[in-house]
C-alpha cells in the first residue's frame, strides 16, 4: 500500500520561501510521475509541479521560476522549494503519485491515483 506524507508546510510573509517535502512509502517501482497540487479556498485544486522518474519537470505558469520540484536519489522524498511566495500561492499543498494508470498530462489530477492528505501553506502580504 503507498502512503504520502507532506509536510514542510506554514505561515510566511509575502517574498519568503518554504520547502515543502513528501515521503513515500510503499512505493511501487512501475510508478513514473510525482506531483504536486494545490487548492485554495473556493477554487478547484490544480497542478503545480510535475517530476518524472528520468528528470523531467513539468510546471504551472503561475509558479514557473519561483518554485523548483525535485526528489531524492531513492525517489522515495519528494520537495517543492517555494521562493518569492505571493498571497495567491495560499493553499493546501497535496502530493501526488501516479499509480496503474499510466500519467500522460502530468498537471491532470485525474490521471495521480495516490494522494496524501496535504499541507496548509499560508503567505501574507
Not at 508546510?9 to 511501487?28: D, E, F, I, P
Not at 510508478?31 to 513539468?58: C, L, N, P
Not at 518554485?67 to 500561492?89: C, G, H, R, V, W
Amino acid at each position: 500500500q503507498v502512503q504520502l506524507e507532506e509536510s514542510g508546510g506554514g505561515s510566511v510573509q509575502a517574498g519568503g520561501s518554504l520547502n515543502l517535502s513528501c515521503k513515500v512509502s510503499g512505493y511501487s517501482s512501475d510508478s513514473h510521475y510525482m506531483a504536486w497540487f494545490r487548492q485554495g479556498r473556493g477554487k478547484k485544486r490544480e497542478g503545480v509541479a510535475a517530476i518524472h522518474d528520468e528528470g523531467r519537470t513539468t510546471y504551472s505558469d503561475s509558479v514557473n521560476g519561483r518554485f523548483t520540484i525535485s526528489q531524492n536519489n531513492a525517489k522515495n522524498i519528494l520537495y517543492l522549494q517555494m521562493n518569492n511566495l505571493e498571497p495567491e500561492d495560499t493553499a493546501m499543498y497535496y502530493c501526488a503519485k501516479e499509480g496503474e494508470q499510466v500519467v500522460v498530462s502530468p498537471m491532470n489530477e485525474n490521471e495521480y491515483h495516490y494522494w496524501g492528505r496535504g499541507t496548509q501553506v499560508t503567505v501574507s502580504s
